[in-house]
Protein backbone atom coordinates (compact mmCIF):
# COMPACT_ATOMS: atom_id res chain seq x y z
CA UNK A 1 0.00 0.00 0.00
CA UNK A 2 0.90 3.42 -1.01
CA UNK A 3 2.59 5.91 2.18
CA UNK A 4 0.42 9.52 2.58
CA UNK A 5 2.32 11.95 4.85
CA UNK A 6 0.52 14.81 6.05
CA UNK A 7 1.56 17.07 9.18
CA UNK A 8 -0.93 18.72 11.57
CA UNK A 9 0.11 22.11 13.41
CA UNK A 10 -3.34 22.51 14.49
CA UNK A 11 -4.95 21.65 18.40
CA UNK A 12 -8.43 21.41 17.37
CA UNK A 13 -9.82 19.12 14.37
CA UNK A 14 -12.14 20.73 12.48
CA UNK A 15 -14.09 20.01 9.13
CA UNK A 16 -10.67 20.81 6.62
CA UNK A 17 -8.37 18.65 8.44
CA UNK A 18 -10.70 15.71 7.74
CA UNK A 19 -11.65 16.58 4.66
CA UNK A 20 -7.85 16.09 3.99
CA UNK A 21 -7.80 12.91 5.53
CA UNK A 22 -10.44 11.52 3.31
CA UNK A 23 -8.62 12.62 0.68
CA UNK A 24 -5.52 11.41 1.54
CA UNK A 25 -7.49 7.77 1.84
CA UNK A 26 -8.29 7.77 -1.62
CA UNK A 27 -4.38 7.32 -2.20
CA UNK A 28 -3.09 5.19 0.65
CA UNK A 29 -1.83 4.95 4.27
CA UNK A 30 -2.36 7.84 5.90
CA UNK A 31 0.66 8.68 8.30
CA UNK A 32 0.16 12.10 10.61
CA UNK A 33 3.06 14.18 11.71
CA UNK A 34 2.16 16.56 15.02
CA UNK A 35 4.74 19.00 15.34
CA UNK A 36 6.80 19.29 18.23
CA UNK A 37 5.64 22.93 20.49
CA UNK A 38 8.71 24.43 19.91
CA UNK A 39 8.75 24.74 16.00
CA UNK A 40 4.71 25.53 16.54
CA UNK A 41 5.84 28.88 18.23
CA UNK A 42 8.09 30.02 15.54
CA UNK A 43 5.95 30.17 12.47
CA UNK A 44 2.18 29.36 14.06
CA UNK A 45 0.21 30.69 17.23
CA UNK A 46 0.80 29.06 20.15
CA UNK A 47 -0.74 25.98 21.16
CA UNK A 48 -3.64 25.91 23.29
CA UNK A 49 -3.16 22.45 24.43
CA UNK A 50 0.55 20.76 24.29
CA UNK A 51 2.30 18.52 22.35
CA UNK A 52 0.75 15.58 24.32
CA UNK A 53 -2.72 16.20 24.53
CA UNK A 54 -2.04 16.96 19.93
CA UNK A 55 -0.61 13.44 19.57
CA UNK A 56 -3.45 11.62 21.38
CA UNK A 57 -6.58 13.99 19.25
CA UNK A 58 -4.81 12.90 16.01
CA UNK A 59 -4.52 8.90 17.67
CA UNK A 60 -8.04 9.27 17.72
CA UNK A 61 -9.17 10.30 14.12
CA UNK A 62 -10.79 7.47 12.80
CA UNK A 63 -8.75 7.55 8.96
CA UNK A 64 -4.96 7.88 10.05
CA UNK A 65 -3.09 4.54 10.79
CA UNK A 66 0.17 5.74 12.32
CA UNK A 67 1.15 9.35 14.22
CA UNK A 68 4.95 10.34 14.38
CA UNK A 69 6.46 13.23 15.40
CA UNK A 70 7.26 16.62 13.20
CA UNK A 71 10.23 17.75 14.86
CA UNK A 72 10.82 21.09 12.92
CA UNK A 73 8.89 22.43 10.19
CA UNK A 74 10.90 22.04 7.23
CA UNK A 75 10.32 18.33 5.88
CA UNK A 76 13.82 17.01 5.74
CA UNK A 77 14.22 14.55 8.22
CA UNK A 78 10.90 13.32 8.01
CA UNK A 79 10.52 12.79 4.45
CA UNK A 80 14.24 11.20 5.17
CA UNK A 81 12.84 8.75 7.83
CA UNK A 82 9.30 8.04 5.69
CA UNK A 83 9.83 8.32 2.07
CA UNK A 84 6.26 8.79 1.55
CA UNK A 85 4.87 8.45 -2.19
CA UNK A 86 2.81 11.66 -1.19
CA UNK A 87 2.62 14.41 0.63
CA UNK A 88 -0.92 15.72 1.55
CA UNK A 89 -1.40 19.50 2.31
CA UNK A 90 -4.22 21.87 1.95
CA UNK A 91 -3.48 24.86 -0.60
CA UNK A 92 -3.40 27.45 1.61
CA UNK A 93 -0.19 27.14 1.75
CA UNK A 94 0.96 28.80 -1.28
CA UNK A 95 1.49 32.09 -0.45
CA UNK A 96 2.92 34.29 2.66
CA UNK A 97 6.10 32.81 4.33
CA UNK A 98 4.52 29.26 4.35
CA UNK A 99 5.32 29.19 0.57
CA UNK A 100 8.81 28.15 1.79
CA UNK A 101 7.51 24.80 3.71
CA UNK A 102 5.44 24.11 0.36
CA UNK A 103 8.77 24.60 -1.93
CA UNK A 104 10.98 22.38 0.43
CA UNK A 105 8.51 19.54 0.31
CA UNK A 106 8.26 20.11 -3.59
CA UNK A 107 12.43 19.53 -3.93
CA UNK A 108 12.66 16.62 -1.64
CA UNK A 109 9.51 14.93 -3.34
CA UNK A 110 10.87 15.64 -6.31
CA UNK A 111 14.42 13.80 -5.37
CA UNK A 112 12.91 10.62 -5.48
CA UNK A 113 9.39 10.93 -7.54
CA UNK A 114 7.36 12.07 -4.56
CA UNK A 115 3.95 13.47 -4.97
CA UNK A 116 2.50 16.60 -3.23
CA UNK A 117 -1.31 16.37 -2.94
CA UNK A 118 -2.91 19.79 -2.49
CA UNK A 119 -6.28 20.03 -1.22
CA UNK A 120 -8.54 22.98 -1.69
CA UNK A 121 -8.49 24.78 2.11
CA UNK A 122 -12.16 24.56 3.52
CA UNK A 123 -12.62 27.91 4.80
CA UNK A 124 -16.75 27.95 5.41
CA UNK A 125 -18.17 29.54 8.28
CA UNK A 126 -17.49 26.78 10.42
CA UNK A 127 -14.09 26.65 10.31
CA UNK A 128 -13.64 30.20 10.37
CA UNK A 129 -15.36 30.60 13.40
CA UNK A 130 -13.73 27.64 15.36
CA UNK A 131 -10.30 29.80 14.27
CA UNK A 132 -12.12 33.30 15.59
CA UNK A 133 -13.03 31.02 18.85
CA UNK A 134 -9.28 29.46 19.54
CA UNK A 135 -7.76 32.60 18.96
CA UNK A 136 -10.04 34.75 21.27
CA UNK A 137 -9.23 32.05 23.64
CA UNK A 138 -5.67 32.49 23.63
CA UNK A 139 -6.39 35.99 24.33
CA UNK A 140 -7.99 35.73 27.44
CA UNK A 141 -6.52 37.27 30.51
CA UNK A 142 -6.09 33.48 32.26
CA UNK A 143 -4.47 31.77 29.35
CA UNK A 144 -2.32 34.41 28.81
CA UNK A 145 -1.27 35.49 31.49
CA UNK A 146 0.65 32.06 32.16
CA UNK A 147 1.83 32.15 28.64
CA UNK A 148 5.46 34.14 29.75
CA UNK A 149 6.33 31.18 32.18
CA UNK A 150 5.68 28.49 29.36
CA UNK A 151 7.67 30.44 26.50
CA UNK A 152 10.60 30.35 29.05
CA UNK A 153 10.71 26.53 29.33
CA UNK A 154 9.97 26.65 25.31
CA UNK A 155 12.10 29.06 23.89
CA UNK A 156 16.53 29.55 24.37
CA UNK A 157 15.14 33.06 24.36
CA UNK A 158 11.98 34.91 24.39
CA UNK A 159 12.19 37.53 21.54
CA UNK A 160 10.07 40.36 22.56
CA UNK A 161 8.81 43.27 20.79
CA UNK A 162 7.80 47.08 22.14
CA UNK A 163 4.91 47.93 21.45
CA UNK A 164 2.41 51.13 22.05
CA UNK A 165 -0.40 50.89 20.19
CA UNK A 166 -3.16 48.68 18.47
CA UNK A 167 -1.09 48.98 15.28
CA UNK A 168 1.92 48.24 17.16
CA UNK A 169 0.74 45.37 18.64
CA UNK A 170 -0.79 43.77 15.28
CA UNK A 171 2.90 44.11 14.26
CA UNK A 172 4.03 42.21 16.87
CA UNK A 173 1.62 39.31 16.90
CA UNK A 174 1.19 38.96 13.09
CA UNK A 175 5.10 39.65 11.66
CA UNK A 176 6.72 35.91 10.73
CA UNK A 177 9.57 35.64 8.42
CA UNK A 178 11.26 33.25 7.12
CA UNK A 179 14.84 33.36 6.68
CA UNK A 180 17.51 30.82 5.47
CA UNK A 181 14.93 27.72 5.95
CA UNK A 182 13.84 28.98 9.32
CA UNK A 183 10.62 30.57 10.86
CA UNK A 184 10.49 32.97 13.36
CA UNK A 185 8.68 35.17 15.09
CA UNK A 186 8.18 37.28 18.35
CA UNK A 187 7.05 35.30 21.28
CA UNK A 188 6.10 38.57 23.60
CA UNK A 189 5.31 42.33 23.95
CA UNK A 190 6.73 45.08 25.67
CA UNK A 191 4.44 48.20 26.65
CA UNK A 192 7.82 50.81 27.30
CA UNK A 193 7.38 53.20 29.28
CA UNK A 194 9.50 55.05 26.97
CA UNK A 195 7.51 54.39 24.02
CA UNK A 196 4.11 54.97 25.76
CA UNK A 197 5.06 57.95 27.00
CA UNK A 198 6.60 58.81 23.52
CA UNK A 199 3.40 57.98 21.52
CA UNK A 200 1.73 60.53 23.79
CA UNK A 201 4.13 63.10 23.05
CA UNK A 202 5.46 63.46 26.70
CA UNK A 203 8.63 62.50 28.86
CA UNK A 204 9.60 59.28 30.01
CA UNK A 205 9.26 60.60 34.15
CA UNK A 206 6.06 58.71 34.98
CA UNK A 207 4.15 61.26 33.86
CA UNK A 208 1.47 59.19 31.92
CA UNK A 209 -0.32 57.68 35.00
CA UNK A 210 -1.17 54.51 35.42
CA UNK A 211 -4.76 54.39 34.42
CA UNK A 212 -3.55 55.97 31.00
CA UNK A 213 -0.75 53.16 30.96
CA UNK A 214 -3.88 50.24 31.56
CA UNK A 215 -5.56 51.83 28.36
CA UNK A 216 -2.94 51.42 26.25
CA UNK A 217 -2.66 47.96 27.47
CA UNK A 218 -6.37 47.34 26.72
CA UNK A 219 -5.72 48.61 23.18
CA UNK A 220 -2.71 46.25 22.71
CA UNK A 221 -4.65 43.22 24.67
CA UNK A 222 -8.01 43.75 22.21
CA UNK A 223 -5.78 42.72 19.07
CA UNK A 224 -3.24 40.41 19.97
CA UNK A 225 -2.59 37.28 21.61
CA UNK A 226 0.50 37.39 22.83
CA UNK A 227 1.93 37.59 26.55
CA UNK A 228 2.82 41.24 27.87
CA UNK A 229 5.58 42.26 29.90
CA UNK A 230 4.81 45.86 30.99
CA UNK A 231 7.53 48.21 31.59
CA UNK A 232 6.40 49.45 35.84
CA UNK A 233 9.39 51.94 35.88
CA UNK A 234 9.75 52.08 39.87
CA UNK A 235 6.31 50.90 41.00
CA UNK A 236 5.81 53.90 42.83
CA UNK A 237 5.06 53.72 46.26
CA UNK A 238 4.94 49.77 47.73
CA UNK A 239 1.45 51.07 49.02
CA UNK A 240 0.93 52.02 45.38
CA UNK A 241 2.64 48.77 43.72
CA UNK A 242 0.05 46.97 45.28
CA UNK A 243 -2.70 47.75 43.30
CA UNK A 244 -0.71 48.34 40.12
CA UNK A 245 0.21 44.29 40.85
CA UNK A 246 -3.54 43.03 41.00
CA UNK A 247 -4.38 45.12 37.96
CA UNK A 248 -1.97 44.26 35.89
CA UNK A 249 -2.74 40.06 36.77
CA UNK A 250 -6.67 40.58 36.55
CA UNK A 251 -6.05 42.02 32.88
CA UNK A 252 -4.35 39.16 31.87
CA UNK A 253 -0.19 40.73 31.50
CA UNK A 254 2.67 38.28 32.33
CA UNK A 255 4.73 40.20 34.07
CA UNK A 256 5.64 43.97 35.29
CA UNK A 257 9.39 45.19 35.59
CA UNK A 258 10.16 47.45 37.95
CA UNK A 259 13.42 49.81 38.30
CA UNK A 260 15.52 50.29 41.40
CA UNK A 261 15.30 53.72 41.34
CA UNK A 262 13.25 56.32 43.49
CA UNK A 263 12.10 60.41 43.17
CA UNK A 264 12.39 62.19 39.83
CA UNK A 265 12.76 58.59 37.47
CA UNK A 266 14.19 59.92 34.01
CA UNK A 267 15.08 57.02 31.16
CA UNK A 268 17.93 55.09 31.84
CA UNK A 269 19.55 55.64 28.58
CA UNK A 270 20.52 59.39 30.12
CA UNK A 271 22.78 57.00 32.22
CA UNK A 272 24.71 59.87 35.01
CA UNK A 273 24.17 62.73 32.44
CA UNK A 274 20.93 63.49 34.67
CA UNK A 275 20.67 63.65 38.20
CA UNK A 276 19.04 59.75 39.38
CA UNK A 277 18.80 58.05 42.57
CA UNK A 278 19.01 54.25 43.63
CA UNK A 279 16.77 53.09 45.42
CA UNK A 280 18.02 51.53 48.61
CA UNK A 281 18.37 47.03 48.70
CA UNK A 282 16.24 47.04 51.66
CA UNK A 283 13.51 49.43 50.03
CA UNK A 284 13.03 47.85 46.63
CA UNK A 285 13.30 44.72 48.24
CA UNK A 286 10.15 45.32 50.23
CA UNK A 287 8.51 46.98 47.51
CA UNK A 288 9.22 43.66 45.49
CA UNK A 289 8.02 41.21 48.94
CA UNK A 290 5.01 43.46 48.77
CA UNK A 291 3.64 42.79 45.20
CA UNK A 292 4.61 39.15 45.16
CA UNK A 293 2.64 38.98 48.96
CA UNK A 294 -0.88 40.67 46.67
CA UNK A 295 -0.77 38.19 44.04
CA UNK A 296 -3.53 36.06 43.40
CA UNK A 297 -2.19 33.68 40.87
CA UNK A 298 1.57 31.74 40.64
CA UNK A 299 1.37 33.07 37.11
CA UNK A 300 1.98 36.51 37.26
CA UNK A 301 5.67 37.78 37.42
CA UNK A 302 7.57 40.44 39.40
CA UNK A 303 10.86 40.83 37.49
CA UNK A 304 13.48 43.66 39.54
CA UNK A 305 15.59 45.67 37.26
CA UNK A 306 18.63 46.70 38.65
CA UNK A 307 20.42 49.99 37.83
CA UNK A 308 24.21 49.57 38.99
CA UNK A 309 26.07 49.55 35.73
CA UNK A 310 23.53 52.24 34.58
CA UNK A 311 24.17 54.76 37.27
CA UNK A 312 27.93 53.27 37.46
CA UNK A 313 27.80 51.83 40.86
CA UNK A 314 29.55 48.74 39.73
CA UNK A 315 29.71 45.07 38.96
CA UNK A 316 29.42 44.04 42.65
CA UNK A 317 26.76 46.20 43.64
CA UNK A 318 24.38 44.86 40.77
CA UNK A 319 25.43 41.24 41.70
CA UNK A 320 24.61 42.05 45.40
CA UNK A 321 21.33 43.58 44.47
CA UNK A 322 20.25 40.41 42.36
CA UNK A 323 21.00 38.40 45.22
CA UNK A 324 19.05 40.13 47.51
CA UNK A 325 15.93 41.00 44.80
CA UNK A 326 16.15 36.80 44.19
CA UNK A 327 15.49 36.51 48.12
CA UNK A 328 12.85 39.33 48.34
CA UNK A 329 10.90 37.06 46.04
CA UNK A 330 11.76 38.61 42.59
CA UNK A 331 10.40 36.17 39.40
CA UNK A 332 13.68 37.61 37.42
CA UNK A 333 16.53 40.11 37.22
CA UNK A 334 16.47 42.61 34.13
CA UNK A 335 20.14 43.75 33.91
CA UNK A 336 20.39 47.17 31.86
CA UNK A 337 23.80 48.85 30.92
CA UNK A 338 24.19 52.15 27.76
CA UNK A 339 27.32 50.75 27.24
CA UNK A 340 27.83 49.87 23.21
CA UNK A 341 29.79 47.23 24.00
CA UNK A 342 28.05 44.24 25.82
CA UNK A 343 30.89 43.40 27.40
CA UNK A 344 29.74 44.38 30.98
CA UNK A 345 25.64 42.72 30.63
CA UNK A 346 27.83 39.44 29.03
CA UNK A 347 30.50 39.69 32.50
CA UNK A 348 27.52 40.57 35.18
CA UNK A 349 25.03 37.37 33.05
CA UNK A 350 28.48 34.40 33.58
CA UNK A 351 28.75 35.74 37.38
CA UNK A 352 25.39 35.70 38.42
CA UNK A 353 24.18 32.78 36.54
CA UNK A 354 27.79 31.19 38.92
CA UNK A 355 24.98 31.07 41.80
CA UNK A 356 22.17 30.97 40.00
CA UNK A 357 21.33 28.55 37.29
CA UNK A 358 17.16 29.57 37.37
CA UNK A 359 15.99 32.91 37.73
CA UNK A 360 15.34 33.85 34.33
CA UNK A 361 17.60 37.29 33.15
CA UNK A 362 15.98 39.85 31.18
CA UNK A 363 18.34 41.88 28.78
CA UNK A 364 17.63 45.21 26.71
CA UNK A 365 20.16 45.52 23.88
CA UNK A 366 19.42 48.82 22.89
CA UNK A 367 22.77 50.64 23.14
CA UNK A 368 24.78 47.48 22.95
CA UNK A 369 23.00 46.67 19.62
CA UNK A 370 25.34 44.15 18.19
CA UNK A 371 24.96 41.44 20.44
CA UNK A 372 23.07 38.29 18.98
CA UNK A 373 20.11 36.64 20.36
CA UNK A 374 22.39 33.37 20.10
CA UNK A 375 25.34 35.18 22.34
CA UNK A 376 23.10 36.31 24.82
CA UNK A 377 21.28 33.00 25.45
CA UNK A 378 25.14 31.57 25.74
CA UNK A 379 25.18 33.72 28.54
CA UNK A 380 22.07 32.53 30.56
CA UNK A 381 20.04 35.31 29.18
CA UNK A 382 16.13 34.15 28.67
CA UNK A 383 14.26 37.46 27.41
CA UNK A 384 15.32 39.40 25.29
CA UNK A 385 13.42 42.83 24.84
CA UNK A 386 13.63 45.54 21.23
CA UNK A 387 12.67 48.07 23.55
CA UNK A 388 12.31 51.35 21.33
CA UNK A 389 13.17 50.14 17.69
CA UNK A 390 9.63 50.25 16.21
CA UNK A 391 9.37 53.79 17.71
CA UNK A 392 12.50 55.09 16.50
CA UNK A 393 11.93 53.82 13.11
CA UNK A 394 8.18 55.37 12.41
CA UNK A 395 9.30 58.47 13.87
CA UNK A 396 12.13 59.58 11.27
CA UNK A 397 9.68 58.00 8.56
CA UNK A 398 6.98 60.31 9.46
CA UNK A 399 8.52 62.98 10.00
CA UNK A 400 10.18 63.06 6.37
CA UNK A 401 6.00 62.75 4.71
CA UNK A 402 5.60 65.85 6.98
CA UNK A 403 8.67 67.86 5.32
CA UNK A 404 7.91 66.35 1.72
CA UNK A 405 4.34 67.36 1.79
CA UNK A 406 5.11 71.14 3.13
CA UNK A 407 7.96 71.39 0.51
CA UNK A 408 6.10 69.84 -2.55
CA UNK A 409 2.55 71.34 -1.62
CA UNK A 410 0.95 67.83 -2.40
CA UNK A 411 1.60 64.53 -1.41
CA UNK A 412 2.82 62.45 -4.96
CA UNK A 413 6.60 62.48 -3.76
CA UNK A 414 6.38 60.78 -0.11
CA UNK A 415 3.29 58.63 -1.80
CA UNK A 416 5.73 56.61 -3.60
CA UNK A 417 7.38 55.40 -0.56
CA UNK A 418 4.71 54.80 1.73
CA UNK A 419 2.09 51.42 2.19
CA UNK A 420 -0.61 51.33 0.66
CA UNK A 421 -3.57 51.87 2.75
CA UNK A 422 -5.21 48.55 1.92
CA UNK A 423 -1.76 46.67 2.71
CA UNK A 424 -1.93 48.29 6.48
CA UNK A 425 -6.02 47.27 7.03
CA UNK A 426 -4.94 43.86 6.08
CA UNK A 427 -3.34 43.62 9.25
CA UNK A 428 -6.33 43.68 10.89
CA UNK A 429 -9.11 41.93 11.63
CA UNK A 430 -12.63 42.21 10.71
CA UNK A 431 -14.99 39.95 13.05
C1 LIG B 1 11.76 51.59 28.27
O1 LIG B 1 11.66 51.05 27.16
O2 LIG B 1 10.97 52.43 28.66
C2 LIG B 1 12.83 51.17 29.18
C3 LIG B 1 14.06 50.61 28.63
O3 LIG B 1 12.69 51.37 30.35
S1 LIG B 1 15.19 51.91 28.49
O4 LIG B 1 14.57 52.94 27.66
O5 LIG B 1 16.38 51.39 27.86
O6 LIG B 1 15.45 52.43 29.81
MG1 LIG C 1 11.04 52.55 30.88
Same mark, same amino acid.
Given at each position: MKKVYTCFCTDVIHEGHMNIIREAQKYGRLIVGVLKDTEMIRYNRFPLIDFEERYQMVQAIPGVSEVVVQEEILYNQIIKDLKPDYVIHGDNWQKGPENAIRENVLSLLNAYGGELIEVGYTYNDKVRHTEARMKEQLAMPEYRRGRLRKLLKLCPIVKTLEVHSGLTGLIAEKTVVEHDGAFDQFEAMWVSSLCDSTAKGKPDIELVDMTSRF?? @?? *?? &? +?????? @? @? /? *?????? &?? +?? /????? %??? +? %? &?????? @??EDKTGMKKNSLFGTDVPQTQDSTEHFCSKISAGKNVQLTDEFMIIARIESLILEKGMEDALERAKAYVKAGADGIMIHSRKKDPGEILEFCDLFRQADTETPIVAVPSSFNSVSEKELAEHGVNIVIYANQLTRSAFPAMEQTARDILKYHRAKEADDRLMPIKDIISLIDEL
Amino acid at each position: MKKVYTCFCTDVIHEGHMNIIREAQKYGRLIVGVLKDTEMIRYNRFPLIDFEERYQMVQAIPGVSEVVVQEEILYNQIIKDLKPDYVIHGDNWQKGPENAIRENVLSLLNAYGGELIEVGYTYNDKVRHTEARMKEQLAMPEYRRGRLRKLLKLCPIVKTLEVHSGLTGLIAEKTVVEHDGAFDQFEAMWVSSLCDSTAKGKPDIELVDMTSRFRT @IN *DI &M +EVTTKP @I @I /F *DGDTGG &MI +EH /FVYTV %RSL +E %R &MGVSAV @IIEDKTGMKKNSLFGTDVPQTQDSTEHFCSKISAGKNVQLTDEFMIIARIESLILEKGMEDALERAKAYVKAGADGIMIHSRKKDPGEILEFCDLFRQADTETPIVAVPSSFNSVSEKELAEHGVNIVIYANQLTRSAFPAMEQTARDILKYHRAKEADDRLMPIKDIISLIDEL
